[in-house]
């Protein structure tokens, strides 16, 4: 009885996990190898010019929308700050093995920059900034809220970007609630 318990459990503690949609980016992406990670350095615009729908269309969206994120949001989970005007852009840099140095410039002027390890997979390059948030006592009166972030690049050399979320949870085992999404980005290269 115990380990039927036990497996119970496991399931709902990793059902829970944020998971990527392949559907969204799979026909948009040129698939990277460990010999041209490389190929993501550049520079692109801070704010997204294309939106991924859940086939893999893309969508023109306009990038000042207060509901669109900025490219900072999905690698610090932290949005820049910005007055409106002026020029933003980020640089992108290879650090040293899998790590990457995102440089937020204004004007040509650095505002910020911060340094991100991740891993190939799958032809993208999944971030090392996973979040993880126990609420509660999961599934019995709480649950989870989880987001990753991978990049990669588009097949016009822009910067695709993939985010998955997760905040499930449930009381008892019985009454579900949470919401799950993926979003998908493109970042126009500038250089």
Not at 1 to 28: E, P, Q, R, T
């Amino acid at each position: 009885m115990k380990s039927i318990l036990y497996a119970f459990l496991s399931f709902f503690l990793f059902s829970s996990c944020a998971s990527f949609s392949d559907k969204m980016v799979k026909n948009n992406k040129e698939n990277l190898s460990e010999n041209d990670l490389s190929k993501l350095e550049g520079t692109y615009e801070l704010f997204p010019d294309l939106r991924y729908n859940e086939k893999g269309s893309a969508e023109l969206i306009n990038s000042q929308d207060s509901r669109v994120s900025d490219l900072n949001y999905f690698v610090s989970f932290k949005e820049t700050k910005q007055d409106g005007f002026g020029s933003y852009f980020v640089d992108i840099n290879f650090v040293s093995g899998n790590k990457l140095k995102f440089t937020t410039k204004k004007d040509n002027v650095e505002i910020e920059s911060f340094e991100v390890g991740g891993k190939l997979k799958n032809g993208l390059f999944y971030l090392d900034n996973r979040y993880l948030k126990r609420n509660g006592i999961p599934y019995l009166a709480g649950g989870y809220t989880n987001y990753k972030t991978r990049i990669g690049l588009a097949k016009d050399d822009g910067l695709l970007v993939n985010y998955a979320y997760d905040n499930s949870g449930a009381i008892l085992f019985l009454f579900w609630a949470g919401s799950d999404y993926n979003l998908g980005y493109h970042y126009k290269r500038i250089q």
